[in-house]
């Protein structure tokens, strides 16, 4: 079945620096959607990418979806303590698309 | 608005008993889903709905049981708890098939 692949699993930044996660799938997407979840807290939608090769932005965050619609990543600039989480992002699975499958994520560590 | 309600919190079940957890949204959305989420492994989609009466096969549903009988209410039945079963469940739902899921604030079931 559809696969979304998330890298990398564990990311430790010094607060300032930047991150990047990326995210792979196995076959065309439709859309892509990424979420944030805080430490014991529950997922949050951030953003859905529908276009090839578009580009969003929501403050430091920027968000693409790759040209061939099977990748895409979510860069932070200048990171902060409040970014400390885990970022997924979730594609359209099975037959119609109706089910949203996840990727592992991608742990962010913040070091103040 | 409440948003998607989740019940019980926390649960603890002995290995073989069966209980249901409850997942109740106010927003009158169409699509709703249930997931696991277990360290290292992401959100993994256990059972699907996309309206009242119409459920559907995750990645992984063997050992639950769902129903839909009304657009607000999509409970998870653990048949016979086991200890690969002793999660943290999350419910969540949407107005659009992959489309800013609402995420409840989860049940974390731990079988002993």
């Known amino acids: 079945g559809q696969q979304v692949m998330q890298i990398p699993q564990y990311q430790h930044v010094q607060e300032g620096e930047d991150f990047t996660t990326y995210c792979n799938s196995s076959?065309?997407?439709?859309?892509i959607q990424w979420y944030k979840q805080r430490p014991g807290g529950h997922p949050v939608f951030l953003i859905q990418?529908?276009?090839?090769?578009e580009v969003k932005k929501q403050k430091r965050l920027t968000f693409q979806f790759g040209e061939a619609k099977k990748n895409s990543s979510l860069h932070i600039t200048a990171t902060q303590t409040t970014d400390v989480g885990t970022y997924f992002c979730?594609?359209?699975?099975?037959?119609?698309?109706?089910?949203?499958?996840f990727g592992a994520g991608t742990r962010l560590f913040v070091k103040a | 608005n409440a948003g998607v309600t989740q019940t019980p919190k926390f649960q603890v079940l002995k290995t073989g008993q069966s209980m249901t957890l409850q997942c109740a949204q106010d927003?009158?959305?169409?699509?709703m889903s249930w997931y696991r989420q277990d360290p290292g492994m992401g959100l993994r989609l256990i059972h699907y709905?996309?309206?009242?009466?119409?459920?559907d096969q995750g990645e992984v549903p063997n050992g639950y049981n769902v129903s839909r009988s009304t657009t607000e209410d999509f409970p998870l039945r653990l048949l016979s708890a086991a200890p690969s079963q002793t999660s943290v469940y999350f419910c969540?739902?949407?107005?659009?098939?992959?489309?800013?899921?609402?995420f409840g604030s989860g049940t974390r079931l731990t079988v002993v």
């Open positions: 969540a739902s949407s107005n659009t098939a992959n489309y800013g899921y609402t």
């Open positions: 076959t065309t997407l439709s859309n």
């Open positions: 990418l529908v276009k090839s090769g």
């Open positions: 979730a594609g359209p699975g099975g037959t119609g698309g109706f089910k949203t499958i």
């Open positions: 927003m009158n959305h169409e699509y």
């Open positions: 709905s996309v309206g009242a009466g119409i459920t």
